[in-house]
């Protein structure tokens, strides 16, 4: 469920009732009000997308930029232009009229006829026919969406920006080289949220044993890429500070840990192989003491389900994202291998 107070204030209501009852049931709000993971996703990607547009983007990027160089010169004095709205300036001034949008997509199709695109090395480019998308603030991703199409059809953007046509309205949004590079930063750095928000979305049955391990992916890969790119940094760190917050609740979550013990394709294997050991502890022993309180219990066979989560999707992203040692991998455990 969302984090919300109100949401907050239903779980503390819920358990005060089933503790009431004769026996008590011993519902502790904290072990399972479960978050909903493309909330927590989109929370930290407004905080970064924040970071794009902040009063002090460039002095904090100067600053995290150690290199003193002509490109570093380059990149801040397009950042202080904000590229971001620029983008988003592009986007609605193409495709203000319908006439004015054919006109831009007919460039994109004569182009790739007339082989008039070419790529950094000087080959022959095909655009893609894709379209420009306009961001919307309520629907997750588009943010990310509306910089991936701008980006993929930069060729035609800065085509169409030169025609006599629309010099008057469109010359003073022209999008420099740098600024083209902040934006395809901007869109590297949000496409990680998305991959591991489509993954845990594709699943024909998502599972909570897959959000911690999908969530620390997606910390990772962050981590990574600011290693990387000493200039992302500021930006990244941002929606990080909000990551680790909530992969703290995670952690003192026991439905978390009980969901990836349960699971047949991550036992305890993905605890032990990404935790420290004081955690790896901490679950062991809820673990044991759950299982000590309800191991009487008898649950119907039909009850029983077989889980259809596959750590194959983990391993997919942790490649994607050239972070191995993040992936599982091996074959699943038997049957003989689990007693």
Same mark, same amino acid.
């Given at each position: ?10 779980? =503390?209501?819920?358990? =005060? ?13 904290? =072990? ?11 929370? %930290? ?61 007919? $460039? ?20 893609? =026919? ?16 509306? $910089? ?64 911690? !391990? ?24 941002? #929606? ?8 703290? %609740? ?18 305890? %294997? ?19 003491? $759950? ?32 972070? %191995?040692?993040?992936?599982? #991998? #091996? !074959? ?8």
């Amino acid at each position: 469920m969302d984090n919300t107070k109100n949401n907050t204030a239903m779980m =503390d209501q819920l358990a =005060d009732l089933l503790n009431e009852q004769e026996p008590p049931l011993k519902f502790v709000t904290k =072990d399972r009000r479960i978050m909903c993971f493309a909330h927590i996703i989109n929370l %930290c990607v407004q905080d970064v997308i924040s970071g794009f547009t902040a009063a002090n983007v460039a002095d904090d990027l100067a600053w995290a930029w150690h290199d003193d160089t002509e490109e570093k010169d380059k990149y801040i004095e397009a950042m202080r232009g904000n590229p971001l709205a620029l983008a988003h300036y592009a986007v609605h001034a193409i495709r203000a009229s319908r006439i004015q949008y054919d006109e831009f997509a007919s $460039l994109t199709a004569d182009g790739n006829r007339g082989q008039w695109f070419k790529s950094l090395d000087g080959e022959i480019a095909i655009i893609l =026919d894709l379209q420009l998308l306009h961001d919307v603030k309520t629907q997750w991703d588009l943010m990310f969406l509306m $910089l991936n199409h701008l980006c993929a059809l930069q060729p035609t953007v800065d085509l169409f920006m030169t025609l006599p046509s629309q010099q008057k309205e469109l010359a003073k949004v022209k999008i420099s080289n740098a600024g083209w590079s902040i934006l395809q930063d901007y869109e590297n750095i949000l496409k990680v949220p998305h991959k591991v928000q489509q993954q845990m979305s594709v699943e024909a049955r998502p599972t909570l044993s897959h959000a911690v !391990p999908s969530f620390k992916l997606f910390m990772t890969a962050w981590e990574k890429m600011q290693q990387e790119n000493q200039h992302l940094a500021p930006f990244i760190e941002v #929606g990080l500070i909000k990551a680790r917050h909530y992969y703290n %609740c995670m952690d003192n979550m026991k439905a978390y840990i009980i969901s990836m013990f349960v699971d047949p394709f991550l036992w305890f %294997c993905w605890i032990k192989m990404h935790w420290v050991q004081d955690w790896v502890v901490h679950a062991e022993e809820s673990m044991i003491t $759950l299982m000590k309180e309800y191991h009487c219990l008898k649950v119907p066979e039909d009850a029983i389900t077989q889980s259809l989560s596959q750590f194959d999707s983990l391993d997919t992203l942790a490649q994607q994202f050239n972070i %191995c040692d993040m992936a599982l #991998g #091996g !074959p699943r455990p038997t049957e003989q291998q689990s007693m």
